[in-house]
Nanobody, 125 residues
Framework: QVQLVESGGGSVQPGGSLRLSCDAS????????VAWFRQGSGREREQVAR??????????YYADSVKGRFTISRDSAKNTFYLQMRYLQTGDTGTYYC????????????????WGQGTQVTVSS
């Protein structure tokens, strides 16, 4: 049984940093697509970052809104993946979800197989 457990959300001021973690029991973060999505109030869930399976020639993808500020990584030994967020902006506020898709990556939330419970990130002065 696959279970994703997120941690690391919180409240920060603009310009601050947070690191989200997703502990993925029952799955293999190395061989599957891992991603982070976020959902702001009244908005659709959007993918902010994804990391391709280790066997892929592709590496990682970032939404334009977070490129250069967010980094997705994984630790295969711990079966955990992360989202390092820097230079946070008020527009980054929302609930962040980690997700795994068996096999290759896509940008569509509906294509992903497993989800975490969500963790709140609030960026406010």
């Amino acid at each position: 049984q696959v279970q994703l457990v997120e941690s690391g959300g919180g409240s920060v001021q603009p310009g601050g940093s947070l690191r989200l973690s997703c502990d993925a029991s029952g799955s293999n973060v190395r061989n599957n697509c891992v991603a982070w999505f976020r959902q702001g109030s009244g908005r659709e869930r959007e993918q902010v970052a994804r990391r391709y399976p280790a066997t892929s020639t592709d590496n990682a993808y970032y939404a334009d809104s977070v490129k250069g500020r967010f980094t997705i990584s994984r630790d295969s030994a711990k079966n955990t993946f992360y989202l390092q967020m820097r230079y946070l902006q008020t527009g980054d506020t929302g609930t962040y979800y980690c997700s795994i898709r068996i096999g290759g990556c896509t940008s569509r939330a509906g294509d992903f197989d497993y989800w975490g419970q969500g963790t709140q990130v609030t960026v406010s002065s």
